[in-house]
């Protein structure tokens, strides 16, 4: 009996392996039937040349695909580090500049012109030769003037001394009024004769209107000349400025005595000027207007018609914290935000993303108005690589 019972529970035994073995090989069949079947489904769309249905195939799997890389990347706690370069922010002045270019000018260059006509009878200057104002640069024949003046002096002093007898006896009341004021009327009529001549002869001498430089002559001695002719050219440059045009939108901005730094580079050099006049009109063709900027020429390198660069203080902020504007960025609502180091210990940290107001920009810094704070630290470089919560070195 209890060999009947023993035999009973090892064919028992043996029928449970047998049906394990059977699940495990259809188990493994099924799943070799499914993986095929995908496979042939695979090939079948292809060779189906079915575009739709391809399509629709291939966003399954993307689909399919993302899920996992989202749950890869929600088991993955591994933590990212970047090296970036930092910098401590603190309050400063912070200006704004307007940039524009303009012309080296001065008021006292032209060219001199006779007012007489005649023969040009000395050149008293040359070409680079300074002169002083109120100074005889050369002389016209006056083609008789002279003659007339010394005629014009003698009758003038005949007149005097009647008048002056005429008078006497007048105020003896000797003589009729009318010979008195005949003798006045004479006296007066040849002072305004040798007035007159004396005028005329002014204009046969070539002045000098102001101080400066003979930059050239124009005539030699001995020809004729004429009021229209050019003689020479004066140039004074101590007094010079630049004039340019500004946009009328810096109307109430740009004041008599506003700061301005002027680059010459034909010289590669910088001048510190100032305004010294606004116009008071706009051009209605392009909208701006003029204004003059004095420039001190201490070592005489200026010339007219130079080229130079301005750039005018228009605003100025103080105690204001700055950054380089490159650090600032933009989110998809169009929210501006820099990195700062948070838990800052040694050359480690944390990145943290800080939303920002930012204010005017000028020479690749840009003022924050909200945001920072004196002594925070901001990420300068590397910050296109990093984002919030991020392990920083630097």
């Keep these: 009996m209890k060999s009947i019972t023993y035999k009973s529970r090892t064919f028992n035994k043996n029928i449970m392996s047998k049906k394990i073995l059977l699940l495990s090989v259809l188990s493994v069949f099924l799943l070799s039937c499914s993986g095929n079947e995908n496979s042939k489904d695979t090939e079948s769309l292809i060779s189906s040349k079915d575009l739709a249905g391809i399509q629709a195939k291939r966003a399954e799997l993307q689909a399919e695909i993302t899920k996992l890389d989202e749950a890869i990347a929600s088991l993955d706690k591994k933590v990212e580090e970047a090296l970036v370069s930092v910098t401590t922010v603190k309050d400063t002045v912070f200006n704004h500049y307007l940039e524009v270019q303009g012309n080296i000018e001065t008021k006292e260059n032209l060219i001199i012109y006779p007012q007489f006509s005649g023969i040009l009878t000395s050149l008293n200057v040359n070409a680079g030769q300074r002169v002083n104002k109120g100074q005889v640069l050369g002389t016209i024949d006056d083609g008789g003037l002279s003659q ?26 000797i003589g009729s009024e009318i010979q008195y004021l005949q003798a006045q009327t004479n006296m007066v009529s040849q002072q305004k004769v040798v007035s007159q001549i004396n005028a005329q002869l002014s204009k046969t001498r070539i002045i000098a209107p102001f101080s400066g430089v003979i930059d050239e002559t124009l005539i030699e001695r001995g020809q004729v000349v004429g009021p229209g002719q050019g003689l020479m050219r004066i140039v004074n440059l101590n007094n010079m400025y630049v004039s340019t045009s500004v946009p009328e939108t810096y109307i109430g901005k740009l004041k008599i005595g506003t700061a301005v730094d002027v680059f010459l580079s034909s010289l590669n050099k910088s001048y510190s000027g100032k305004i010294r006049q606004v116009a008071n009109n706009i051009n ?13 020429n201490k070592e005489n390198l200026l010339r007219p018609n130079q080229v130079a660069k301005l750039r005018i203080t228009d605003y100025t902020s103080k105690n204001v ?29 944390i990145a943290k993303k800080v939303m920002v107001e930012a204010g005017q920009s000028s020479n690749n810094v840009t003022e924050i108005l909200s945001g920072l704070s004196t002594n925070d630290i901001i990420v300068t470089e590397g910050v296109n690589t990093i984002s919030d919560g991020m392990k920083l070195n630097f």
């Design 148 to 173: 007339q003046l010394a005629q014009a002096q003698s009758q003038l002093a005949l007149a005097k001394t009647t008048f002056e007898r005429q008078k006497r006896l007048w105020d003896q009341k």
């Design 284 to 296: 209605p063709n392009n909208r701006s207007f003029a204004i003059e900027v004095s420039v001190p």
């Design 321 to 349: 914290i700055v950054v380089p504007t490159n650090v600032i960025q933009e989110d998809a609502q169009k929210n501006k935000f820099v990195f700062i180091v948070a838990n800052a210990n040694g050359k480690t940290g």
